[in-house]
């Protein structure tokens, strides 16, 4: 079985209540227990998603393109990046969570200025800069009452 990785954004249609979030969370950890589904969801006040999901690749793009971008309850749903990895970066979590700010995502998803001279255009961050950068935030991150503690 080989190690996929998707990383994605969306907005939600209306802002999600913190029981709705409970909700989608333990939804979310059940499915992805039963998948073999590890990730992190980072969610902010005014409706942005941002979501990384690594397993088997045909699990984890059939959970994305059959149930997320078919879920009526969110919008414009894009991948960031996705492709082969060695290992999990979210081992320990079905679905670990953050709050973020729309400034935190702003930040996570900004252009890497270009790094030769004869390149002048910005570039996005590969999956490996992104995924360093998010565990810089998780780490960082304040905890939430409702973030899954690692399996051990």
């Keep these: 079985m080989a190690l996929y990785q998707l990383i994605y954004q969306s907005q939600s249609l209306v802002p999600f ?6 909700a989608l969370l333990l939804q979310a950890r059940d499915y992805n227990r039963v998948h073999h589904i590890s990730g992190l969801l980072l969610y902010t006040p005014d409706g942005r998603f941002m979501q990384v999901l690594e397993g088997e690749q045909s699990r984890v793009r059939d959970l994305f393109y ?18 082969p ?23 996570l998803l900004q252009s890497v200025p270009p790094n030769e001279p004869g390149l002048l255009v910005p570039r996005p961050h590969t999956r490996p800069e992104l995924l360093e950068l998010l565990h810089d935030f998780v780490a960082n991150g304040e905890t939430q009452p ?7």
């Design 66 to 83: 059959q149930h997320i971008v078919q879920d009526p309850r969110h919008y414009n749903c894009r991948v960031l990046t996705d492709g």
């Design 85 to 107: 990895a060695l290992r999990r970066s979210f081992a320990d979590w079905t679905m670990g969570f953050r709050v973020a700010t729309a400034l935190d995502l702003r930040s």
């Design 17 to 22: 209540e913190t029981s709705e979030l409970a």
């Design 146 to 152: 409702w973030l899954e503690h690692p399996h051990r």
